[in-house]
């Protein structure tokens, strides 16, 4: 017997429900004690409402998913292989497109990884690798934006000023993702850019 479509569409959002907040749980225990470095919190925090920002423009549970995860390579012990096998026995045969697209978003021009070069040189290229990124991957970039100029400009001091700048730039530069939350995030920032200026 076939599920009433109404029925159907609440066990497909329970079950969309319940993948996320796996998800989330692994997220939270990689990030572990992280803190948010311009506001009080844990940094799970942070991976929830740049996840929740996505989902206002896209129902896509891999794009969210992967926006929960998006920090994950690039600022905790988890290695890709740990995601991935994790991810295995939560997503299916989603595991491998939220995997990319996370590996996408790990940003390449670390001073670690690139110790003799400047700031500056470091996000330019980075820059142009992300703008040659997935769409899906420059729409989580986006909500990532978004979320970090909204709290940066509030308490990061002096380095508002170069941390927006350096957003306006990489908005202005990664073109194929969600337009509707582009333009929000590039008002977003030049709008904290002003007010910065009228602060000085």
Request: aromatic fraction near 8%; hydrophobic fraction near 40%; glycine fraction near 4%.
């Amino acid at each position: 017997m076939f599920l009433a479509r109404a029925h159907w569409s609440e066990l497909c959002s329970a079950l969309q429900m319940e993948f996320l907040e796996s998800v989330e749980a692994f997220a939270r225990q990689a990030h572990g004690d992280q803190q948010r470095k311009y506001e009080p919190g844990p940094y799970i925090i942070h991976l929830v409402r740049v996840k929740n920002f996505c989902l206002e423009y896209i129902k896509d549970e891999v794009i969210a998913a992967a926006a929960l995860l998006h920090d994950v390579l690039e600022d905790t012990p988890v290695t890709k292989q740990e995601l991935l096998e994790y991810l295995q026995t939560v997503a299916g045969d989603r595991s491998k497109k939220i995997l990319d697209l996370v590996v996408e978003l790990t940003d390449v021009y670390t001073k670690n990884n690139y110790p003799q070069w400047n700031r500056r040189k470091r996000k330019a290229k980075e820059t142009e690798r992300l703008s040659q990124t997935s769409a899906e991957a420059q729409t989580i970039k986006y909500a990532d934006i978004l979320d970090n100029s909204m709290t940066i400009s509030k308490g990061a001091g002096d380095f508002a000023g170069v941390y927006l700048s350096e957003a306006r730039n990489l908005i202005r530069a990664m073109q194929k993702g969600n337009p509707a939350l582009r333009s929000r995030v590039l008002e977003t920032v030049d709008r904290s850019i002003e007010t910065l200026k009228n602060e000085f």
